[in-house]
């Protein structure tokens, strides 16, 4: 899981939902990346680091 990604997310206060919707990926695609299922491509990374102020490499690391 990465821990620091839904961590990120929750202290902006934002759901899955609201945060697929910000990168114009469904839920199910972000849920993936948040859980370390799948990884994702640099642009949504890039705009990830640019949501949360966090860079992706933090964001990226699974726990």
């Known amino acids: ?3 620091n990604l839904k961590e990120a997310r929750q ?3 934002m759901t ?3 945060v697929a919707e910000y990168l114009h990926i469904s ?3 972000y849920k993936y990346m948040e859980s370390g299922q799948i ?3 640099v642009e949504l990374w890039d705009k990830l680091e640019d949501l949360f102020k966090i ?3 933090n ?3 699974i726990l």
């Open 39 to 41: 990884i994702g491509n």
């Open 59 to 61: 964001l990226r690391e």
């Open 11 to 13: 202290r902006a206060g």
């Open 16 to 18: 899955q939902k609201e």
């Open 27 to 29: 839920e199910r695609h």
């Open 55 to 57: 860079h992706q490499r």
């Open 1 to 3: 899981m990465r821990k």
